[in-house]
């Protein structure tokens, strides 16, 4: 019998670890597909494909000119474009699918959260009075805080930021989570931080950043995630796991 083929749509933490607790079965046949937008991705443990596929009908035609037995859907769980096409993708081609999602931040007792819905509403609810911003949404979309110039942001991402902002008050640091709650304390302080805008990624790798502001009483502006593609989703790498173990022989018996 050969082997289960799978794909994953990495890019987060948890599809490494996903793809690392896969890597040496041998009967799995696995693939990371990451966008291609970090300069310097770290090492991974299996094969990895770099880029786009050309939407949803080019991974289509991908799944099943490479054999693919089973699509996961590991994206951040702000990549709602590439969430659509999966979904649409594996119905498009008759494979299965399930999506390794992680689970959103909720609010605690002493944190001062304000909720919005986009990047562009998170920069408007910094109002009409200049503060210091950290900025931690990633280099993506920073630019919108070019829309409200009066205020001081600290932009923190992996990669530079390009092009650079026009606000005339920008502070780039270049760093990469995990971080540790003291080193968030320890920032947060020193450069008088007195509202963060943040994505609720969820996760553990950057939640540091909300318990130092829970500390520090400092404003957190919030963007909520938008609806996800319909597909079954689990919320952990063992879960997924259990479930890709769950799947295998089914896969196989189809020839899918």
Do not use: C
């Not at 109002?127 to 923190?156: C, D, S």
């Not at 950043?209 to 995630?225: N, P, S």
């Amino acid at each position: 019998m050969g082997k289960t083929r799978i794909l994953i749509l990495g890019g987060t933490t948890e599809a490494r670890q996903l793809a690392e607790a896969l890597a040496a079965r041998a009967d799995l046949d696995v693939v990371l597909s990451l966008a291609g937008r970090t300069v310097d991705p770290a090492p991974q443990p299996v094969p990895v494909r770099s880029g786009g596929f050309g939407g949803a009908e080019g991974l289509s035609r991908y799944l099943v000119d490479e054999a693919i037995n089973l699509l996961i859907d590991a994206t951040h769980p702000f990549a709602a474009r590439i969430s659509a096409n999966a979904a649409e993708a594996a119905t498009l081609s008759g494979i299965s699918a399930f999506a390794l999602r992680r689970p959103a931040w909720l609010p605690v007792e002493g944190d001062r959260w304000r909720s919005v819905q986009t990047v562009s509403k998170a920069i408007a609810a910094l109002g009409p009075t200049p503060r210091h911003v950290f900025l931690a949404i990633g280099r993506q979309e920073a630019h919108y805080a070019n829309a409200a110039p009066i205020h001081h942001y600290w932009v923190r991402s992996v990669d530079p930021v390009e092009p650079p902002l026009t606000a005339p008050n920008i502070t780039y640091i270049h760093s990469k989570g995990p971080f540790r709650l003291a080193d968030e304390l320890v920032m947060l302080r020193h450069h008088r931080i007195d509202v963060i805008v943040t994505k609720n990624s969820g996760g553990s790798a950057t939640y540091a950043k909300i318990e130092a502001a829970r500390q520090l009483g400092i404003e957190v502006i919030m963007i909520e995630r938008a609806p996800v593609a319909d597909m079954l989703a689990v919320e952990t790498v063992e879960a997924a796991l259990h479930h890709i173990d769950h799947l295998a022989p089914s896969l196989m018996k189809r020839g899918v």
